[in-house]
């Protein structure tokens, strides 16, 4: 420093100043701030859409019970390796992927990158554990993003917070390595050192979300901060990480997992998982945006013995309730370590694709009908708001008549979606149906033969 000219000075100090304000501004910079009327806009092609497609894959698909066979099972990394080794999805062809998800209307998709056994589907810097070191060799993920986009799907990331392979994440009670006590955990993770596991989180965020150009949504899973082997914000540096997020791609929809509920522009939907809501979800008494994400049998990961499949109806009924209550369906489907779909999964898509063909006008742009608006026995309302059409769905297709109480003097027009036929309706009293006496109510005259539709949908243009 002695020796130094006052050149030469100056220019450390005007380093070493914007050094500290960097290191400064990273940590201690805000998440960005919005009004709500900002956020219902960066939201608004995903309530819109509705309906999406999640895709659990990673080596669990070979042993092919459950995503969390490595842990249900106890199995150390040695015992799971052979998978990793022999990984070869053959028929792997994401094209038809994209067309199933298309063809079943759905609008934007949502793959696991990395699933909590640590397997990445990309080719990160950060590990050898990736799709390209087994043989395979290629970027799953690259061709995946490439083929869901050419069909105009909207790109959707999965990351794992777990992570049962990296040697730097702590053991904790979810991992397969799980202990019974709190000196077996310190013996255990002797050596471990979450402080480079959360370098490696941020850098592959970094990677996923600068490398495959826009990405609509990430969905990153999960937190379990109760007691002491859990694991929460702190442990995932959820805040920061957040902010690389909303940096790196600003208009990115985040799920509610990084355990930031009360940290304002800590999430952007909630998610219930694999339940189907009964109103909808509110967070302080104010209605929030949600999703429930759902699976066809049970697991995740494709599930060779699982006999618990949800049948054509009651997958249609889970998006048509969803939209009802204002949420999203975000439909699982786990691929066979071939790359295929099962042929269960492919039934399924195309029944739902069948119904969407004729009747998506029910759930596009759909939502809650306003409360003055009454559902019928066994029927389900949406409501587009821009259009000012509600649909009535009939679960189960009632014998000739359908009263509607709230509808009087409202109606313009009424019509079975599937084939845009006229549905008459009055509002005269009948002497044997007490409902017509109350003021509002009109009443539908529909035939009496079920249309050849799962669930036939009533649309009524209001005036
Ligand atoms: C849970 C499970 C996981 C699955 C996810 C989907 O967090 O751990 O296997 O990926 O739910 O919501």
Known sequence: MRNMDWKHRITIAVIFTFAIVLIAGKSFAQLPKETPE????????????????????????????????????????????????????????????????KEAGMKYAIITTKHHEGFCLFDSKFTDYKCTNTPYGKDVLREWVDAF?????????????????????????????????????????????????????????????TNYGEISVIWLDYSFPKGKQGKGRNDWDSENLLKIVRKLQPGILVNDRLDLLDVEGGWDFTTPEQYKVSKWPEVDGKRVPWE?????????????????????KQLLELLIESVSKGGNLLLNVGPTSRGTIDYRAQDR????????????RSIYGCTEAPPEFQPPDNCVLTYNPVTNRIYIHCLAWPMGVLHLKGFKGKV???QMLHDGSEVEFSDSEGYWNPETKAEDVISLSLPVLKPNVEIPVIEIILN
């Open 149 to 209: 986009r050419a069909e105009g799907i909207k790109i959707g990331f999965y990351y794992s917070l777990l992570d049962w392979h990296n040697p730097d994440y702590t053991i904790d009670r979810n991992h397969p390595q799980s202990q019974t006590s709190d000196t077996a955990y310190d013996r255990m993770n002797k050596g471990r050192d979450m402080n480079k596991y959360r370098e490696y989180i941020k850098n592959q965020v970094t990677e996923l979300l």
């Open 38 to 101: 900002q956020k219902v806009q960066r939201m608004k092609w995903w309530t819109d859409d509705r309906f999406g497609m999640f895709i659990h894959w990673g080596l669990y698909s070979m042993p092919s019970r459950h995503e969390w066979v490595k842990k249900n099972e106890r199995m150390t990394n040695e015992e799971y390796q052979k998978y990793f080794e022999l990984f070869n999805p053959d028929m792997y062809n994401p094209k038809e992927w994209a067309k199933m998800a």
């Open 292 to 312: 429930t994400c759902q699976t066809f049998s049970g697991s995740w990961g494709y599930y060779r013995d699982e006999n618990t499949w949800k049948d054509n």
């Open 412 to 414: 313009k027009y009424a």
């Open 349 to 360: 898509l195309k029944a739902m694709g069948e119904w969407m063909k004729y009747n998506s």
